[in-house]
């Protein structure tokens, strides 16, 4: 991965902007990370980006983001581990966690919930599918 597409990607620019949900995303694939940050930006949300579940902990406790994007297979700290540390962490444990994956999620779908996340997004997602999923846990 080159340094623009390392660290952390953002959307925004002076800081948070007051009322603007801010989501993380967690993916370690750029071209995922970036779709999923475009669709967010152009719907008005300020969003951070993780290319690893040890970098998507330490920018969720720093910046207590309204929701997380959470890829399941990734480097160093996959997200079902990632999820459980978020949720057994005071500081981040109301957070809410939406899994994405590229994968049936039949057999995983009660490892999901054991692990923390409060749904799941199969890829390829409808941006529709992707914003109804953000709006009914962010305004819960």
């Known amino acids: 991965m080159d340094t623009a597409q390392h660290a952390v990607e953002s959307s925004r620019s002076n800081g948070r902007s007051v009322g603007q ?3 993380l995303v967690v993916e370690d694939e750029a071209p995922s990370r970036l779709a999923l940050r475009d669709i967010l930006v152009e719907e008005g949300f300020q969003v951070d980006t993780a290319a690893d579940g040890a970098e998507g902990i330490a920018l969720a406790r720093d910046l207590h983001p309204d929701l997380v994007f959470l890829d399941l297979v990734l480097p160093n700290i996959n997200g079902f581990d990632t999820a459980s540390i978020l949720k057994a962490d005071r500081s981040t444990a109301d957070i809410p966690i939406v899994a994405v994956t590229a994968s049936w999620l039949g057999e ?3 490892r999901l919930l054991g692990a ?4 799941a997004i199969r890829k ?8 109804e999923t953000l709006n009914r846990l962010i305004h819960a």
């Open 21 to 23: 949900p801010r989501i």
């Open 108 to 110: 995983d779908g009660t």
């Open 116 to 119: 923390g996340f409060d749904a």
């Open 124 to 131: 390829p997602f409808a941006p529709s599918d992707l914003l």
